[in-house]
C-alpha cells in the first residue's frame, strides 16, 4: 500500500517568484547615462541597504543615513520610498496560473515574503486578484525576521498551522532554500514556472 502524500500546502516566496523586482527598473527611468546607472546602483542603493528594509528599518531612517553619505544623490534616494513599486517589473511568466490552478483545486496557499512593512501593503494592493487567494503572508519586515533565518520558517509554519513535511516551499535564493529545508518544508529552487509546475504534479498537488 502506498503511503499517502503528507502535502497539503504550497508556500511562496514573491519577489523573482511571483513578480520579477530589480532597483534597476525604477532607476534605469531616472538615470539615463548606463555608466551612472551602474555606479548608481553598485555604490549607493545597494541590496544591502535595501536589505535593512526587509529586516523592518524606516525608509526614512535609511534615506538620511544615505543622503548623509551621497547628499550629491538625494533626490535618486529619495525616490527610492514613494517610487517602490516601479522596482517591481510584470509577474513572472506563467506563475500566476500556478497560483489560480492550486487555488482552484483547494489547495492552501501562503507566502514567505522579504519585504519591507512600509513597502508591502501598497504593493499588495496593486494584485489583489492574486494575493486574496492567499491565506496569509509573513512579511520579514513586520516581524523583523528576514529570510534565511529559521526563526522566519518556524514562524511562519506556526501561524498557517503546518507541520514539518505538510508544505512545500519555492523561492529563487539557494540560501533561503537549504534554510526552508532544514525547517521541515519541502523547499525548491524557482527557475521556472514550466518546472516548478512539473514538481507539483509529481506531489500530486496539481493534475499532469
Do not use: C
Request: without cysteine.
Amino acid at each position: 500500500m502506498s503511503v499517502p502524500n503528507p502535502i497539503r500546502a504550497v508556500v511562496f516566496d514573491v519577489g523573482n517568484v511571483l513578480y520579477h523586482w530589480d532597483p534597476r527598473f525604477l532607476y534605469e527611468r531616472l538615470i539615463d547615462d548606463d555608466q551612472a546607472l551602474a555606479a548608481f546602483l553598485r555604490d549607493v542603493v545597494t541590496h544591502d541597504w535595501h536589505f535593512q528594509h526587509d529586516a523592518g528599518r524606516p525608509f526614512a531612517e535609511t534615506s538620511a543615513e544615505l543622503i548623509a553619505r551621497y547628499p550629491q544623490h538625494e533626490s535618486l534616494i529619495a525616490a527610492w520610498g514613494p517610487r517602490f513599486n516601479e522596482s517591481i517589473g510584470g509577474p513572472v511568466p506563467g506563475m500566476a496560473e500556478i497560483v489560480r490552478e492550486l487555488d482552484a483545486a483547494g489547495v492552501p496557499l501562503y507566502a514567505i515574503t522579504n519585504f519591507s512593512a512600509e513597502f508591502w501593503p501598497p504593493f499588495r494592493a496593486t494584485a489583489p486578484e492574486l494575493f486574496d487567494r492567499f491565506r496569509d503572508v509573513v512579511v520579514s519586515g513586520d516581524e523583523k525576521l528576514v529570510k534565511p533565518d529559521p526563526a522566519i520558517y518556524a514562524l511562519a509554519l506556526r501561524r498557517f498551522g503546518l507541520g514539518r513535511g505538510e508544505a512545500v516551499f519555492v523561492d529563487d535564493n539557494a540560501a533561503n532554500v537549504a534554510a526552508a529545508d532544514a525547517a521541515g518544508l519541502h523547499a525548491v529552487h524557482f527557475t521556472d514556472a514550466a518546472t516548478f509546475r512539473a514538481e507539483l504534479v509529481r506531489l500530486e498537488l496539481l493534475p499532469a
